[in-house]
């Protein structure tokens, strides 16, 4: 089992920053992190993923704005957003690809709302 908890959501204005962070619990070994959001009346969409040997791939919506970084060691994965917009309105949840099955597994989310 994992149990992710992510922190750091809120509401800010259009160009500001705010970063979020996820922590894991678990004693599985972590491959994949990534964040993924939803905003209302909309599919789940990846954000960022950060693979296991550490490539990080974004979604061409946030590249050049979004920063994805993991800490294995501490299983830690964190998204420092810049520049950020009103359609950067979602709920941002923290996702890890863990064990021998491997299986997914999803934190609850943090809303992030960006309105003047």
């Known amino acids: 089992q994992v149990q992710l908890v992510e922190s750091g959501g809120g509401l800010v204005r259009p160009g500001a920053s705010l970063g979020l962070s996820c922590v894991a619990s678990t004693s599985l070994d972590i491959h994949n992190m990534g964040w993924y959001r939803q905003a209302p009346g909309k599919q789940r969409e990846v954000v960022a993923v950060?693979?296991?040997?550490?490539?990080?791939n974004y979604a061409a919506s946030v590249r050049g704005r979004f920063t994805a970084s993991r800490d294995k060691d501490k299983k830690t994965l964190s998204l420092h957003m810049n520049s950020l917009k009103s359609e950067d309105t979602a709920v941002y949840f923290c996702?890890?690809?863990?064990?021998?099955?491997?299986?997914?597994?999803w934190g609850q989310g943090t809303q992030v709302t960006v309105s003047s």
């Open positions: 950060v693979l296991h040997d550490g490539t990080i």
């Open positions: 996702n890890a690809m863990a064990g021998n099955a491997p299986l997914i597994y």
